[in-house]
């Protein structure tokens, strides 16, 4: 989903790979078993819940919603609480700034 492919044309930068490191990180925190906290973190930031993920997608420029449907795809054990968990976040809310 997440995989970065490195070919002739257009080689990852150090920087691209660690971004991309951080979303496959925050994938493998959606595993049911690890803390519950740490998945509610997760989900929170695959919602996009602070503009996090947003953010992140933009500097890899690839489009964040893509990126959630493909999580609610490959994890739709956590898609009930995806959507719960974003129904709980303000409107427009992007956390202390």
């Known amino acids: ?17 660690f971004l991309a490191a951080i979303l496959y990180q925050a994938k493998k925190d959606l595993s049911s078993h690890y803390d519950k906290h740490i998945r509610d973190e997760s989900i929170a930031f695959f919602q996009n819940a602070y503009g996090t993920l947003e953010w992140l997608c933009g500097l890899l420029d690839i489009d964040y919603m893509t990126v959630q449907e493909r999580i609610i795809a490959e994890h739709p054990q956590v898609e009930d609480d995806f959507y719960a968990m974003k129904r709980s976040v303000p409107r427009g809310y992007r956390g202390n700034k």
């Open 1 to 17: 989903m997440l995989k970065m492919e490195r070919n002739v044309q257009t080689e990852c930068s150090v920087e691209r790979e």
